[in-house]
């Protein structure tokens, strides 16, 4: 008897132990709420993640695919195809990449047809020569001075395709200047690329340019009627985009 009422004894519980068990649940739950709550708090007032800087893209240039040795490539074998090719050429081979004389010719490499490599090599090597001596744009550059070369391309004209070959010519301006040396000077020029489909690509086989023609300012805007407008200004197209 004493042994069933001794184990009896064990299975209930001792006076104030429930009391005390419910007591202890009901505070943890009072601080894992304040817990909580001092969350909610916290994250509230904390401030928000700072937006990821935005990242500027630049564009290719118009009907360009790809880069190669900085030049835009991978043109449509089409009539806007050889445009935008000689366009795009133009303007590589007339920006700051003539202040990297070694830039130049890798350029010049990706956009020239094999059979005309050597020439167009030569001549871009002489013509940065005469750059140079003129305006010493190179030697200044190295030194610090800011230079700024901008070649702006203002109207076209297809002057002949057949699939395989084309010619454009374009008229420009070209802006140069340097920082406390030389104000902006302006020239105005005509060039025209011969361009031949190799390799699945518009190549240069063939680059001239000629002077002008050059707008005059306002207060010498006086024409004689019987002067014809510069072809330029007339049977060249207006370009729908902006070269980047």
Do not use: C
């Not at 489909?197 to 190549?203: E, L, N, P």
């Amino acid at each position: 008897m004493s042994s069933l009422l001794q184990d009896q004894d064990d299975e209930m519980p001792r006076p104030g132990k429930g009391r005390r068990s419910a007591i202890a649940v009901v505070a943890l739950g009072a601080l894992l709420a304040v817990a909580g709550l001092a969350l909610a708090v916290s994250l509230a007032t904390r401030p928000a993640p700072a937006s990821p800087a935005p990242v500027r893209v630049v564009p290719l240039p118009q009907g360009a695919t790809r880069l190669a040795a900085g030049v835009p490539v991978g043109y449509q074998q089409a009539e806007s195809g050889a445009v935008d090719a000689a366009t795009n050429y133009l303007v590589t081979l007339n920006s700051t990449l003539v202040l990297h004389p070694d830039q130049v010719r890798a350029a010049e490499a990706v956009m020239v047809a094999p059979s005309y490599r050597d020439q167009l090599i030569a001549t871009g090597d002489a013509n940065l020569r005469a750059l140079d001596s003129s305006f010493g744009l190179a030697f200044n550059a190295a030194m610090g001075i800011q230079v700024v070369i901008r070649y702006v391309p203002i109207a076209f004209h297809l002057d002949s395709y057949d699939g395989e070959h084309a010619a454009v010519s374009v008229w420009a301006v070209w802006v140069l200047a340097e920082a406390g040396i030389l104000a902006p000077q302006q020239h105005w020029l005509t060039s025209t690329m011969l361009l031949e489909w190799t390799a699945g690509d518009w190549k240069v086989f063939g680059v001239g340019s000629r002077p002008g023609p050059v707008p005059s300012p306002p207060q010498q805007l006086v024409l004689d009627p019987s002067s014809p407008l510069p072809d330029t200004l007339t049977q060249y197209r207006e370009y729908q985009h902006v070269a980047v």
